[in-house]
């Protein structure tokens, strides 16, 4: 089992900055990629940025691509999305998500407001 537990959000002003933090603990040895992904009311949870176990290869959804980042500390097992001149279109819970050979594993979500 991995336990994800998110951290970070909050409400910024349109152009504010934001850094989420993903925390894991559990069998961290086995996690592959791990991803931050977002939902708002209505729609389906969306793919915002995932990294690799390496920390070298990393995807953008091309809504955030220039704005934000994401990256990973393996000495401290915790993914980190820096988010730069949020959109309140950027506005939504955002999710952790780590996978191993053993499943597939999110965490409870933290809120982000950006308001106009």
């Known amino acids: 089992q991995v336990q994800l537990v998110e951290s970070g959000g909050g409400s910024v002003q349109d152009g504010g900055s934001l850094r989420l933090s993903c925390a894991t603990s559990g069998r961290v040895f086995s996690i592959g990629t791990m991803g931050w992904y977002r939902q708002t009311p209505g729609k389906q949870r969306e793919l915002v940025a995932s990294i690799d176990s390496t920390g070298r290869r990393k995807n953008y959804a091309d809504s955030v691509k220039g704005r934000f980042t994401i990256s990973r500390d393996s000495a401290k097992n915790t993914v980190y999305l820096q988010m730069n001149s949020l959109k309140p279109e950027d506005a939504a819970v955002y999710y952790c998500?780590?996978?191993?050979?053993?499943?597939?594993?999110w965490g409870q979500g933290t809120q982000v407001a950006v308001s106009s």
């Open positions: 998500n780590a996978r191993n050979p053993y499943g597939n594993y």
